[in-house]
């Protein structure tokens, strides 16, 4: 006798079925038993797939967090700044020119490599810097 688990179905939903084949059926044929899905498995699928979102939010918020700390760097080394101040003209430069603060600090890590930095923020920053050196 053997006996195989999977998961499958005709409709295409997924569903849990197990197979008993005989080696020797009475009258020939191989025997295929189906087992009911199980139950609450359904909210158990809803669940995992709920995980599998937030585990990819939480991967892309650590993804982010470390680029906006790069850039933090590379403001209060360009202005001469306290850590406080460096993430206050970030902040100020994003509301300034309505581009997300992600957005803005992966600019201004690209641009130590790139020397390219667009103007609006180039001129953000440089408002923000100043402003930031006076308090």
Same mark, same amino acid.
């Given at each position: ?49 709920? %995980?599998? #979102?937030?585990?990819?939010?939480? $991967? ?8 906006? @700390?790069? &850039? /933090? ?34 600019? %201004?890590? #690209?641009?130590?490599?790139?020397? $390219? ?8 920053? @440089?408002? &923000? /810097? ?6």
């Amino acid at each position: 006798m053997q006996f195989r688990s999977g998961i499958s179905d005709p409709s295409g939903e997924p569903a849990v079925w197990d197979v008993i084949t005989m080696d020797k059926p009475l009258n020939g044929t191989p025997v295929r038993t189906t087992v009911p899905t199980v139950p609450g498995r359904e909210g158990l699928l809803t669940k995992i797939s709920d %995980l599998q #979102d937030e585990i990819g939010q939480l $991967q892309e918020a650590i993804v982010s967090h470390a680029v906006i @700390d790069q &850039a /933090i760097g590379v403001v209060i080394t360009l202005g001469t700044l306290r850590p406080d101040q460096g993430f206050e003209v970030l902040r100020e430069v994003s509301q300034h020119t309505n581009i997300k603060l992600r957005q803005i600090s992966e600019q %201004l890590v #690209d641009w130590v490599h790139s020397e $390219q930095l667009p103007e609006e923020i180039r001129t953000a920053l @440089d408002r &923000a /810097i100043t402003a930031a050196r006076s308090n």
